[in-house]
């Protein structure tokens, strides 16, 4: 009997979703759990992963197709199904050699037994291997040979993925060909939430200049000591900026509320939203409370929904929602820029690069690592005395770190 693949059940806040890679092809044997195919919504990549095994006979959504909710994707047949029918079809003009349908039947008569341990232990179904022993027979040899080009197979396939996920074709100097290929759902969706941000807020940016240098030198002398204490998780810099950023908006409440119709929803904890960057667009996942959260579950968390990003793993949950972003366009380079907000929110902090420059200290010029702040603020919530005290509030807070922990 088959088993229908159907699209998962997408959040309310997604419509639908678009088929972006099939994992198998039909004929393929497929293993319980196994991936079969991946859906793009407006924010993350979900999982199809079967249901049991089975070999997939049906591809009904092909990609690039669009997809509702539960929706029908393919079906999933009994084990061999798919492969009967060409042997079958193979063996019509061959009448005179039956005994090959027994032995390519019989899957115990032609698999010795060193071979079918191997193949158990790294998950081989021996009915995909060609046998080159007597009447058919899989040797250990053929077991062998399967192991290692399953083992050679992903080694190929992330940068594949990478490729068109990065959508960055590579033209021979002089060549003036063209390629159009069409934008991912999250960039799509990136693109039209900015230009909303733009068009529907009243957007300012005011900036100010931190001195970086005694966070540099708390983090030069702890970072080994704070990395081995906790595991192999490493201090960085944006985990001072979250906790200076959630003490300014204890501070200033109205930069962590947000505009809904004619009402102002004041919110009682600080969701602050990470920007990270990944192959498929910008996204944003968020630290929940990051109120109650130390130095070291901030970096610990950051680094997971890095990696996540990148493996196009970020559930939807963990990008809802959020009452505050930071975004840091420094580790790219970025001197200066003025940030867009992420509605609902009403502002945005970015930070940039750290660079050494000249500066006038009680009278004297010294040089000292500088970074530039952006805060983007909806000016229809926020009034400007409102938005400067909150960066100069991070200011001092980062240039002076030990009021972090004396809430001073």
């Given at each position: 009997m088959a088993i229908e693949i159907k699209a998962p059940t997408f959040p309310e806040s997604v419509a639908d979703g678009t088929v972006a890679t099939w994992h198998k092809k039909p004929g393929d044997a497929v293993k319980r759990d196994e991936l079969i195919v991946d859906i793009e919504t407006d924010?993350?990549?979900?999982?199809?992963?079967?249901?049991?095994?089975?070999?997939?006979?049906?591809?009904?959504?092909?990609?690039?197709?669009?997809?509702?909710?539960?929706?029908?994707?393919?079906?999933?047949?009994?084990?061999?199904?798919?492969?009967?029918?060409?042997?079958?079809?193979?063996?019509?003009?061959?009448?005179?050699?039956?005994?090959?349908?027994?032995?390519?039947?019989?899957?115990?008569?032609?698999?010795?037994?060193?071979?079918?341990?191997?193949?158990?232990?790294?998950?081989?179904?021996?009915?995909?291997?060609?046998?080159?022993?007597?009447?058919?027979?899989?040797?250990?040899?053929?077991?062998?040979?399967?192991?290692?080009?399953?083992?050679?197979?992903?080694?190929?396939?992330?940068?594949?993925?990478?490729?068109?996920?990065?959508?960055?074709?590579?033209?021979?100097?002089?060549?003036?060909?063209?390629?159009?290929?069409?934008?991912?759902?999250?960039?799509?969706?990136?693109?039209?939430r900015l230009v909303e941000a733009q068009s529907s807020m009243a957007m300012l940016t005011t900036y100010n200049e931190v001195n970086m240098k005694p966070i540099m030198e708390l983090r030069a002398k702890y970072k080994d000591l704070f990395e081995k204490k906790h595991n192999g998780v490493r201090l960085g810099f944006m985990s001072f900026f979250v906790k200076a950023a959630v003490e300014a908006l204890k501070r200033q409440p109205t930069v962590n509320a947000s505009i809904d119709g004619n009402d102002v929803v004041y919110h009682g904890y600080q969701d602050v939203g990470v920007a990270v960057s990944s192959d498929r667009g910008l996204v944003v996942p968020v630290l929940r409370n990051a109120e109650f959260m130390s130095l070291a579950e901030i970096e610990g968390g950051i680094a997971a929904y890095g990696k996540k990003a990148k493996e196009g793993k970020l559930s939807i949950d963990e990008m809802t929602g959020g009452t505050f972003t930071i975004s840091n366009g420094g580790v790219f380079g970025s001197l200066l820029s003025s940030p867009i907000v992420n509605p609902p929110q009403s502002a945005i902090l970015g930070m940039h690069k750290i660079q050494e420059r000249p500066m006038a200290v009680n009278g004297q010029v010294v040089i000292l690592p500088m970074m530039y702040l952006a805060l983007s603020y909806d000016h229809r919530l926020l009034d400007g005395k409102e938005a400067v005290t909150f960066l100069v509030t991070i200011k001092e807070l980062l240039e002076d770190p030990a009021r972090l922990l004396l809430d001073i």
């Open positions: 924010k993350v990549v979900m999982e199809v992963l079967a249901e049991a095994d089975g070999t997939l006979t049906e591809i009904v959504k092909n990609e690039g197709d669009t997809v509702l909710s539960g929706e029908l994707l393919g079906k999933l047949g009994a084990p061999g199904a798919a492969a009967a029918a060409p042997a079958a079809a193979a063996a019509a003009p061959a009448a005179s050699a039956p005994a090959a349908a027994p032995a390519a039947a019989a899957d115990d008569a032609i698999l010795s037994p060193a071979a079918r341990k191997i193949a158990e232990e790294n998950g081989i179904d021996p009915n995909s291997i060609a046998g080159t022993g007597k009447g058919g027979r899989v040797t250990k040899e053929d077991v062998v040979a399967a192991v290692e080009a399953k083992k050679s197979a992903p080694a190929a396939a992330p940068v594949a993925a990478k490729a068109v996920a990065a959508e960055a074709p590579v033209f021979a100097a002089g060549d003036r060909t063209e390629k159009r290929v069409p934008m991912t759902r999250v960039r799509a969706t990136v693109a039209r």
